[in-house]
C-alpha cells in the first residue's frame, strides 16, 4: 500500500496565520476485485471503476499511517505514536470569538528522548497504512487523544484575552501517526538515518514501552441501501448517502449505516444547488431560549414582538458541510437567527445536491458557540455562558436551495451567500 502525496496549499487573509491545506492521496485496493483505488484523505465512499461496486470507508476507531522509511535488515525499527488533529478551533471570549484552523501532531506517550512531534512530516512525506505485515515494534499509544488536544488548546489559549468563556474543536479530522526509530547507544531517526538526541539516558529501557499490534481498522461497507437494496448515492467526501429509489438517507454509526431524518426547501427554477444544513431541537437551561420570540430577546434584534412568536419552536441550524472557520460561524449564526419556518417536503431534492461532509457530532459541539455568536449584550454573555447548557434531543438534515452567482452561491430568503472558491477550498478541511 502507498500514500500519494498530492500538495495543495492555501493561504488564508486571516490575521497574524497562514492556512496550510494538504491533500493526501492514498492507494488501496477494491475489497470486490482487487484492483487499485485512488482515495483521498477526506474520501468516504469508492466506486470502483472496474466492477462498478460501491463501498463506503469505514474504521474501528482511527486511521493509522506510517511514515516510510528505507529498509535496513540491520536495524530493529521501533515505531512510535504521534496523534495527528487537523479541524477548526473556536474560542469565545469577553471580546467576541476566535477562531483558526490547525494542522497538528504530538506525542502519544509522553517520552523526552523521542521528538514532541512529527512535524510538517505528515503533510510532507508520503505516508501508508499501519497493517499487521508490517515488520517492525510498535509502540502502545499511552495518552488518549482528549488529553492531547486539551494541552494544545491551553497551550494556544495562553495568548488569547482572558477569560476564555468557552471552547470547542469542530469539523475534526483525527488519525495516528507511526514514526521509525532504531536504537545504538543512540536514539536513531530511521527515515534520515541520523540521531535524534545525545546519548541516551542510564535509565532508558525500550522494554519499559508497552507493545501494540496493529489490526485490519478499515472495513470497506456495502453501500446497498439497508431498507430495498438500492445503490446508496453520493459524492466521495459525503458523511450521508441518499437511496433515491425508497427516498430514504443513511449514515455510519459503529459498523453499520442508520437511517436519518431528512427534508428540503422547496425551490425555485433558478436555484442551482441544495446545500445540506443540520435543524437540532435542544433544551437548553440557564437561559431562557424556547421560541422566537425568546430569541428576539435573547439576541437583542431590532424587532417588535408579534403575536404567535412564542408559540414559534426555537431551532438551532449549523452548516452540514466543512467550510473555513469564519465562514462556518457565519453560517450556522445567520440561519440560527433567520429561523426557516417554511414547509418542508419529506423527499430528496431533483436538483443537485452538495454533500454533507460535517458529521451531527460536529454540529452539536457548535451550538454553543453559535449562542455566543449573537448573544447580546457581550455583558450578559459573560456572566451566563458558563451556566449554560445545552442538550440536544432531534436531528433533521434540511436541504436548503441556493441560486447561483459568477462567484458565490446565495440563498435570498435568508440572506445567505457562499463563495464558490471558499467551499471548493473546503473540501480538504
Given amino acids: 500500500m502507498k500514500i500519494l502525496l498530492i500538495p495543495s496549499t492555501v493561504t488564508s487573509a486571516a490575521k497574524n496565520f497562514k492556512e496550510v491545506i494538504i491533500n493526501l492521496l492514498i492507494e488501496h485496493q477494491c475489497p470486490q476485485c482487487g484492483a487499485p483505488a485512488i482515495l483521498e484523505e477526506t474520501d468516504r465512499l469508492f466506486?470502483?471503476?472496474f466492477c462498478r461496486v460501491n463501498s463506503y470507508l469505514m474504521t474501528d476507531d482511527v486511521f493509522h499511517y506510517l511514515l516510510p522509511h528505507s529498509p535496513n535488515e540491520n536495524k530493529d525499527i521501533v515505531y512510535f505514536p504521534y496523534w495527528r488533529f487537523k479541524g477548526m478551533l473556536f474560542f469565545c471570549g469577553p471580546s467576541g470569538i476566535l477562531n483558526r484552523f490547525v494542522d497538528v501532531s504530538h506525542q502519544a506517550i509522553e517520552a523526552p528522548s523521542f521528538p514532541s512531534s512529527v512535524g510538517v512530516r505528515s503533510q510532507a512525506m508520503k505516508l501508508r497504512f499501519a497493517t499487521a505485515d508490517t515488520v517492525g515494534r510498535f509502540l502502545k499509544p499511552q495518552q488518549c487523544f482528549d488529553k492531547f488536544l486539551n494541552t494544545f488548546q491551553e497551550r494556544f489559549g495562553k495568548s488569547l484575552p482572558k477569560p476564555i468563556l468557552h471552547q470547542s474543536s469542530i469539523g475534526e479530522t483525527l488519525s495516528l501517526i507511526y514514526s521509525p526509530f532504531y536504537l545504538t547507544d543512540r536514539l536513531y531517526d530511521a527515515i534520515l538515518c541520523k540521531p535524534v538526541s545525545t546519548k541516551l539516558p542510564d535509565d532508558f529501557n525500550i522494554d519499559n514501552f508497552s507493545e501494540d499490534h496493529p489490526h485490519r481498522h478499515i472495513q470497506f461497507v456495502s453501500t446497498l441501501c439497508p431498507n430495498c437494496g438500492w445503490n446508496l448515492e453520493g459524492e466521495r467526501d459525503a458523511w450521508v448517502l441518499g437511496c433515491k429509489n425508497c427516498n430514504s438517507t443513511w449514515y455510519p454509526v459503529g459498523k453499520k449505516l442508520k437511517q436519518l431524518k431528512f427534508a428540503y426547501f422547496p425551490g425555485k427554477k433558478d436555484e442551482a444547488i441544495y446545500l445540506p444544513?443540520?435543524?437540532?431541537?435542544?433544551?437548553?437551561?440557564?437561559?431562557?431560549?424556547?421560541?422566537?420570540?425568546?430569541?428576539?430577546a435573547v439576541a437583542n434584534l431590532p424587532k417588535v414582538a408579534q403575536s404567535g412568536w412564542k408559540d414559534i419552536p426555537f431551532r438551532?441550524?449549523?452548516?452540514?458541510?466543512?467550510?473555513?472557520?469564519?465562514?462556518?460561524?457565519?453560517?450556522?449564526?445567520?440561519?440560527?437567527?433567520?429561523?426557516?419556518g417554511e414547509k418542508l417536503i419529506s423527499e430528496l431534492p431533483a436538483a443537485r445536491i452538495y454533500p454533507t461532509t460535517l458529521p451531527i457530532k460536529e454540529a452539536v459541539e457548535s451550538l454553543k458557540i453559535t449562542l455566543a455568536d449573537f448573544m447580546k449584550p457581550r455583558r450578559t454573555l459573560v456572566e451566563r455562558l458558563r451556566d449554560i447548557r445545552i442538550?440536544?434531543?432531534?436531528?433533521?438534515?434540511?436541504?436548503m436551495p441556493f441560486k447561483e452567482g459568477h462567484h458565490e452561491f446565495i440563498q435570498p430568503d435568508f440572506h445567505l451567500t457562499v463563495n464558490k472558491n471558499v467551499l471548493a477550498l473546503s473540501k480538504n478541511l
Fill in 47 to 49: 466506486a470502483c471503476q
Fill in 277 to 296: 444544513f443540520w435543524r437540532i431541537k435542544a433544551d437548553i437551561t440557564g437561559i431562557n431560549l424556547e421560541s422566537y420570540a425568546d430569541l428576539i
Fill in 316 to 340: 438551532f441550524w449549523s452548516p452540514a458541510f466543512k467550510v473555513r472557520p469564519k465562514v462556518f460561524l457565519h453560517l450556522a449564526s445567520q440561519t440560527t437567527l433567520s429561523q426557516p
Fill in 391 to 399: 442538550d440536544p434531543k432531534s436531528v433533521t438534515l434540511v436541504f
